[in-house]
């Protein structure tokens, strides 16, 4: 019978190194990426782009991505929202894989890495990168930390909206040239919608073990009737918003080529329309999260290469 060559340590080492990669949640990182891509392709269609600045922009938005899942597994933990019957990824501070400390140490490690970031963005592009830096992340850790954390609240798709919507979007173009086009603000809202759509389908799906855990989200608040409505306004309402800023002239004709992925829509809001059980609605969410980078990814490439 075959054995294995590896010692115990190595083993240890591996098991942990898959503990931090499922707590930092790889999947979520394009809602980071996205809009970097978005505002960073509007710059270089607009003959201003700089690699330095995009470079600390994608390293500033995943860091703070990192950080706001380490904080959300630790948060959550401590207010007992992650029962043994949730349907999401595991929480390694729930498990007790990794101890709140750690992953607080990590979550201001990832913090740090940031603030590095945003030093080099503020030198390229001046001190408004540190109010939007300092307001991002205490939006962060209010999400779900702190005494009254408004992700409990149902004022999570707010702070999503317009953080990982129309802050990232519009301060990743911003950067590159110390301004901000109409062009990139009308761009966040599609985007911000969509990126919103993933934390509703979220929501939608944890519903029931958010509601025993007194975690008040907006999908516990509305009930799944009128979440799944929000969920399609969301959805169709973001690609509804890129084909009227185009026709009007507002934004490059070029972004109804995102067109194309209408009918990829079509398929997480069927899904939360007439599925109810676990994986349906864990293949919801990642479909929407697909249509959300390959949302981003469209504008992104329509707006740098297409006249």
């Known amino acids: 019978m075959p054995t294995s060559t590896s010692s115990p340590g190595t083993f240890d080492l591996v098991t942990r190194f898959q503990a931090w990669k499922t707590a930092a949640r790889p999947h979520t990182l394009p ?21 330095d600045a995009f470079i600390w922009a994608l390293l500033g938005a995943l860091a703070i991505q990192v950080a706001a899942n380490f904080a959300n597994d630790a948060s ?56 939007i830096g300092v307001s991002s992340v205490i939006a962060m850790l209010g999400y779900v930390g702190g005494p009254a954390p408004y992700g409990y609240r149902g004022l999570g798709e707010v702070f999503v909206f317009v953080f990982f919507g129309l802050v990232a979007t519009i301060g990743s173009r911003y950067v590159h040239d110390m301004t901000a ?26 519903i029931e073990t958010d509601d025993r855990a007194g975690k008040h989200t907006l999908a516990v608040k509305m009930g799944r009737s009128r979440t799944r409505q929000l969920f399609a306004v969301l959805v169709f309402g973001a690609f509804a918003a890129i084909t009227v800023f185009a026709v009007a002239g507002w934004t ?14 079509a398929v997480p809001v069927r899904i939360l329309g007439f599925k109810s059980d676990g994986p349906a609605l864990v293949r919801a969410l990642k479909a929407t999260a697909r249509l959300h980078l390959a949302a981003g990814a469209s504008l992104a490439a329509a707006v740098a290469f297409v006249p």
């Open 31 to 51: 809602a980071a990426i996205v809009p970097v891509l978005v505002g960073s392709g509007l710059a270089y269609g607009e003959r201003v782009f700089r690699g």
């Open 76 to 131: 959550d933990a401590s207010r007992g929202a992650d029962s043994a019957d949730r349907l999401g990824p595991p929480r390694m501070v729930a498990l007790g894989v990794i101890t709140p400390r750690q992953m607080w140490i990590a979550t201001w490690i990832a913090v740090a890495v940031a603030a590095l970031a945003g030093v080099f963005l503020i030198i390229i592009a001046g001190w408004l990168v540190l109010l």
């Open 181 to 206: 086009p109409l062009t990139a603000w009308l761009l966040a809202v599609p985007i911000g919608m969509l990126v919103t759509a993933i934390l509703v389908a979220n929501n939608y799906r944890d």
């Open 252 to 265: 490059p004709v070029s972004t109804l080529f995102s067109g194309f992925l209408l009918p990829f829509a």
